[in-house]
């Protein structure tokens, strides 16, 4: 493992700050992000003339704060983005241990899956889908993991594929131990640090395929604040207020920045070699 | 390369049985079209009736097959809310959707594979910095904030540029620069690494020590062999880019197969969606058969490979 240098946690700060923000909302939101007031519609930044200082990065068409709805839709982006994330390194990386592990019958129709999928446009399927079920945070949420369980489950197989011919495995299994000891005692340990790069660069990802959902009106539904459900109303009236377009977008890129860019400084620190498949 | 082809085509038509499979489970097991496709004051006897028009009452094997029937067949349904074929309102839109793809995609494999090119020979220098700096900001950027800030600056502020619609090639600049600026992101990424990585082996070497111009080792020696992964990345990220054209055809109101899509999704016009899902599923499915042609010819190893 080579030194983590200090300047490479930098673009951790954004992430940091957002976080903090998330958790911390009821506390540091200057103003409800959902109650507005419609004498102060529109207001610019405080910068900017005519603007207040109670209101630093303005309000929106119906008068809410914008920073308060920065603040508390970062809480709604991110669960959300965590949860994906959780639910399909989970569940991608569990298809692919087994999958490489056992081989063969499962491991063919696992890999058929793996094809199908990737031959199928995401924002697609998430329309198909969402079409049906309807749009909701749980839905998302599953609709998300679907998305990026496929990019664990085929990285996983591939390395689990080569690891378990190693000799410790092999000794483990001659010494009898079972399956489940060998998958999460003996094999698991040795991918986790991949897990956790991949997962890391699916975080940012799937802020943008969240954000870009809601923006299409098929992710998080209003009121509820969410940085791209914001954008979707903003973007109507950019002419008048383009405070309400760019900062909900600025939020978005400079978290998924900071979270990718995380993401290369943990690869390279953790494992060189990941360097050109984890990301394309 | 006939024997190749044919084994492509033979998985391509299998992973096209996937995805229709896919789309009829997407849309079949997710929920029931029927009670997403009536108004919420429905009675039950408009329920039941509509379940028994569209064949759901019928056993989901049954349903499987009349629905590949269907896929097979074009018939997709009537569209409730322009009471056509919802196959022919798709077909219709295909070639805008088309158009702005193929154009993003363009934009970007002239503006990144340069870049790539240049940052990977200028390694750790200025250049290498600030084409990278591009790529890393153009992935974290979303397609359709990238949008709006475009209309913002370029139409609204500056006036040079229309908002939306199709019709002149002013029309297409910014969905195109839009759509193609985070794929041209990544493939800037990936040609220098591709490159780099080329850059490196022995044969480079050999040409450069026979004294080929460095014209000549670069673009005849090292790009060639670098255009492998970048091919694939361009095969596959021409899915990213079709469903990346849904959210920039709602952005510049660009009459194509997305935003009908997405449109129809919010009237309830069921059989539009599923034939808009299926149109471009298939036509990504469709591409990546050619760039996997495309593949077999650029390095002739590839087809032997995947024989055994």
Avoid: C
């Avoid at chain 2, 200025?126 to 475009?150: E, S």
């Amino acid at each position: 493992m080579r030194r983590l240098r200090w300047y490479l946690l930098l673009p951790a700060v954004p992430v940091i700050v957002a976080v903090a923000a998330a958790l911390l909302a009821p506390w540091v939101a200057p103003s409800s992000p959902t109650s507005g007031n419609l004498a102060a519609r529109l207001r610019p930044p405080a910068w900017v003339q005519g603007g207040s200082v109670q209101r630093l990065l303005g309000t929106d068409l119906l008068g809410r704060d914008l920073l308060s709805r920065l603040i508390w839709g970062a809480r709604i982006s991110l669960l959300i983005a965590l949860a994906a994330t959780v639910l399909g390194a989970v569940v991608g990386s569990l298809i692919g241990l087994v999958s490489g592990y056992y081989r063969g019958r499962v491991d063919r129709v696992v890999t058929k899956l793996i094809d199908v999928q990737l031959a199928f446009p995401f924002v697609l399927l998430a329309i198909a889908v969402i079409a049906v079920a309807g749009a909701s945070i749980p839905v998302l949420v599953i609709v998300l993991a679907i998305g990026s369980w496929v990019g664990h489950a085929r990285i996983i197989r591939g390395l689990v594929l080569s690891l378990r011919e190693r000799d410790y495995v092999q000794a483990a299994r001659a010494l009898g131990a079972r399956t489940p000891r060998i998958l999460f005692r003996h094999l698991l340990p040795e991918i986790l640090s991949v897990i956790l790069i991949l997962a890391t660069f699916d975080v940012g990802r799937i802020i943008i395929l969240e954000s870009t959902l809601s923006f299409l009106g098929l992710g998080v539904q209003p009121p509820t604040p969410s940085w791209g459900s914001d954008l979707r109303d903003a973007a109507a009236y950019v002419r008048q207020a383009w405070w309400t377009s760019v900062f909900p977008g600025l939020a978005i890129m400079v978290v998924v920045l900071g979270v990718n860019l995380v993401g290369d400084a943990l690869r390279d620190a953790l494992d060189p070699r990941t360097q050109s498949r984890a990301r394309a | 390369m006939l024997q190749y082809g044919v084994r492509k085509l033979a998985h391509t038509l299998l992973v096209a049985l996937g995805v229709v499979t896919l789309v009829f489970a997407a849309l079949r097991l997710s929920g029931d079209p029927a009670a997403t496709m009536l108004p919420g004051d429905a009675s039950v006897e408009e329920l039941v009736a509509l379940r028994k028009t569209l064949g759901l009452d019928k056993p989901l094997p049954v349903q499987y097959a009349s629905f590949l029937v269907g896929a097979v067949t074009g018939d997709f349904g009537i569209s409730f809310r322009h009471q056509q074929p919802a196959l022919g309102l798709v077909m219709d839109r295909l070639p805008a959707t088309l158009e702005l793809a193929f154009a993003a995609l363009v934009l970007a494999v002239v503006v990144a594979v340069p870049l790539g090119i240049i940052a990977a020979l200028n390694r750790g220098r200025l250049a290498d910095v600030l084409a990278m700096a591009f790529a890393v900001v153009g992935q974290a950027t979303p397609y359709f904030w990238m949008g709006i800030m475009l209309i913002l600056i370029v139409s609204v502020e500056l006036g040079w540029l229309p908002t939306s619609g199709r019709g002149s090639f002013a029309h297409l600049i910014l969905p195109a620069i839009t759509l193609g600026t985070h794929f041209a992101a990544s493939l800037a990424r990936l040609t220098r690494t591709a490159m780099l990585e080329v850059l490196g082996q022995n044969y480079v070497t050999t040409a450069r020590a026979k004294g080929l111009p460095e014209r000549t080792v670069i673009l005849a020696h090292a790009l060639k062999n670098a255009s492998v992964p970048v091919v694939t990345l361009i095969g596959l990220q021409f899915g990213t880019l079709l469903g990346g054209a849904v959210v920039t055809e709602t952005i510049f109101a660009w009459p194509g197969v997305g935003r009908l899509a997405v449109q129809s999704i919010f009237v309830r016009d069921y059989p539009v969606v599923q034939a808009g899902v299926f149109v471009l599923a298939l036509s990504f499915v469709a591409i990546n058969l050619l760039v996997d042609l495309l593949y077999g010819f650029l390095d002739p190893r590839i087809r032997t490979e995947d024989a055994a």
